[in-house]
């Protein structure tokens, strides 16, 4: 049961190249999210998606975007990486909210990204 | 604005029990997380509290009181592996999570 699988799981980039990180999940959650883990804050979230082909920004989308072509997918790319977005990103997957579901997160095993 | 407070470490011993308090103030309320993270992993679900009361499961329990917007994480019987960070996250009015910056609780022997 692979559950929510990130790659690459370690990158390091110098200023100004681009790359993508992929997420799939196998549990056909229609939420998917990434997010972004600063030492000393919360989790901030960049973009979200409440289904397939639909996308939204979160708190701190700059800088990023992301495409959900199919359901099990969220792809989240940097066009031109700078060193404020060295940090560790993770991925997220969860029903829709409703009275059977609380919501619940499911979390990617993370990617460390640092950019020089 | 919306915020989460939570104390940035704690210490406790083995064997022990810990409480884990979070302070949150969100655009309208739904419900309250509680994730474990261990250091270099993903955060894992532990409870989501929607009504007020305690709810137990296990040696970890939640608390949650909506009037006063402050929820605490009961951890009993410490055991080493309890080493983790601990984050509370609010669902807004929209049911958009707002996290805290985590609670590192260290366990001594």
């Known amino acids: 049961n692979a559950g929510v699988t990130q790659t690459p799981k370690f990158r390091v980039l110098k200023t100004g190249q681009s790359m993508t990180l992929l997420c799939a999940q196998d549990m056909n959650h229609e939420y998917m999210y990434w997010y972004r883990q600063d030492p000393g804050m919360g989790l901030r979230l960049i973009h979200y998606s409440v289904g397939e082909g639909t996308t939204a920004k979160g708190e701190v989308p700059d800088g990023y975007n992301v495409s959900r072509l199919k359901k099990q997918n969220f792809l989240l790319g940097l066009e031109s990486a700078a060193p404020s977005q060295t940090s560790v990103y993770f991925c997220?997957?969860?029903?829709?909210?409703?009275?059977?579901?609380?919501?619940?997160?499911?979390f990617g095993e993370g990617s460390r990204l640092t950019v020089l | 604005g919306q915020n989460i407070d939570q104390p940035t470490e704690m210490t406790a011993t083995e064997g022990a029990i810990v409480q884990i308090n979070c302070t949150y103030q969100?655009?309208?309320?739904?419900?309250l997380f509680w994730y474990q993270q261990h250091a270099g992993e993903a955060p894992t679900f532990l409870s989501y509290n929607v009504l007020d009361g305690l709810e137990e499961k296990g040696r970890f329990s939640s608390f949650l009181s909506r009037s006063k917007g402050y929820s605490y994480l009961l951890l009993k019987e410490l055991q080493m592996k309890d080493s983790a960070s601990y984050l509370c996250a609010a669902t807004d009015s929209n049911y958009q999570l707002i996290w805290g910056a985590g609670t590192k609780l260290i366990i001594k022997p």
């Open positions: 969100t655009s309208g309320f739904n419900g």
């Open positions: 997220a997957s969860s029903y829709s909210y409703g009275l059977r579901n609380t919501g619940e997160l499911f």
